[in-house]
């Protein structure tokens, strides 16, 4: 389906209403939509998927994933979570994962970023650079 310049303005409008101390509110986006749909206003489809990816987009941005090859101590998981917080900011949901195949080292995606410290990596750009 496309999207309209106009139905692309309002759902970030739409978005926008949604955030509060720059996190979305859940509650108000349900409301959001709930009164979307009961207005149905021109071009409501496009409204909402637009809204639909602009709340994806976010939560992805909002969720961290942090892997190494063994268990974190607690002590380095909350050095983890206070350096992601102080570089993204509050609200950032962090999950910890292990992967042996990274052999040592980190592997943290936040959103599209991926910061990979992991000797796997490594590796991979020394046979590469070969």
Known sequence: MKITKQARRDAKQL?????V???LDEKRAGQAVDELLALKPRGYLAILSHFG???KLDVERRTARVES???????????????L???????????FGQNPAL????R???GSDVYDGSVQARLNALQESF
Do not use: E, M, W
């Open 15 to 19: 978005f926008k209403s949604c955030v």
């Open 21 to 23: 101390n720059g996190l």
């Open 53 to 55: 990816r602009l709340v």
């Open 69 to 83: 090859a063994v268990p974190l101590p607690s002590d380095l998981q909350s050095r983890v979570q206070t350096g």
């Open 85 to 95: 917080a102080r570089h993204y900011g509050q609200g950032l949901s962090i999950s």
């Open 103 to 106: 052999i040592g080292g980190l």
């Open 108 to 110: 943290i995606k936040v």
